[in-house]
């Protein structure tokens, strides 16, 4: 069975750092993209991160470029995101992802991690 635990997250003040982890068992993803997506209260489901399957090549969204850092540990089956420079606009669930490659859509999204929440105070 397919399971993606996503840990780590919890409450920080604007400007500090936080990283949050998410363990797969059930299948080696070590020949597939990894990511995180993260969704605010009232808005829809948005990329955040990815890194492909050997972890040389990564993609973040504009907003979080140069403060994020996606990682994997391909022989924990476990993909990283490290967040500096907390921001308020940051506090969402955040969600593990697996895909084919490294997608920017979640309909393109073959597995999903539950989600834990990370909230950024002012």
């Known amino acids: 069975q397919v399971q993606l635990v996503e840990s780590g997250g919890g409450l920080v003040q604007a400007g500090g750092s936080l990283i949050v982890s998410c363990a797969a068992s059930g299948r080696t993803f070590s020949s597939y993209a990894m990511g995180w997506f993260r969704q605010a209260p009232g808005k829809e489901r948005e990329f955040v991160a990815a890194i492909n399957w050997s972890g040389v090549n990564t993609k973040y969204t504009d907003s979080v470029k140069g403060r994020f850092t996606i990682s994997r540990d391909n022989a924990k089956n476990t993909v990283y995101l490290q967040m500096n420079n907390l921001k308020p606009e940051d506090t969402a669930v955040y969600y593990c992802?697996?895909?084919?490659?490294?997608?920017?859509?979640?309909?393109?999204?073959?597995?999903w991690g539950l989600g834990i929440q990370v909230t950024v105070s002012s």
């Open positions: 992802t697996v895909g084919g490659s490294m997608s920017t859509s979640p309909g393109l999204i073959s597995y």
